[in-house]
């Protein structure tokens, strides 16, 4: 049986949220599984809804674009408004514990979690909420490994912030270990 994930991160235009999905794409590769990633902005770009998408499977992707996703992340209101409805029945959506869901939302497991506050609090920098989520997918599915997925930020970040990025790593696996 091959193992296939169709994530949708959502966000705000400027949390780095597809900066993470290519981060995610990469790490795959690096574990030689197939990854195509996508993404969209709000026409606002900085400030409104953005959402990246990944396919990650060691099996050929057949088709480019996730239809319903497995797995969605929200960091934002406006983001969970708009991406989170289609998502399949056991799948998994992570959201920022800022966040109302709509009503009438199904999923298999539904997770509401300090993520934006973890960043600010625990790392000093809400820049790095979309790390602290990395660290939180990666915990909760292991469909990358924890080294690919290090050495994919390390090869994105700006150089002189890697000891803040690794600890935001950490707290988003230590999120996902707490579940």
Do not use: C, W
């Not at 169709?6 to 780095?16: C, D, F, I």
């Not at 794409?25 to 409104?48: F, H, V």
């Not at 056991?90 to 999923?107: F, M, N, R, V």
Request: hydrophobic residues 40%; proline residues 3%.
């Amino acid at each position: 049986m091959s193992k296939q994930l169709e994530l949708r991160l959502s966000g705000s235009g400027g949390q780095g949220l597809i900066t993470a999905g290519i981060i995610l794409a990469e790490a795959a590769l690096k574990d030689n599984m197939n990854a195509i990633q996508t993404q969209s902005y709000g026409p606002e770009a900085r400030g409104g809804a953005s959402k990246a998408e990944v396919i990650i499977s060691d099996a050929a992707i057949d088709f480019p674009k996730v239809t319903l996703p497995t797995m969605t992340l929200a960091l934002t209101q406006i983001a969970s408004d708009k991406y989170i409805k289609d998502i399949t029945e056991d799948g998994t959506i992570i959201i920022d514990d800022s966040i109302q869901l709509p009503e009438g939302i199904k999923a298999k497991n539904i997770y509401k979690l300090p993520i934006i506050k973890t960043a600010i609090n625990e790392v000093g920098k809400e820049i790095v909420a979309n790390i602290v989520a990395l660290g939180l997918i990666v915990g909760l599915t292991g469909i990358v490994s924890q080294e690919s997925l290090e050495s994919a930020i390390m090869s994105r970040i700006p150089k002189g912030t890697e000891d803040l990025n690794r600890l935001a790593l950490k707290k988003g696996y230590e999120l996902a270990k707490n579940i």
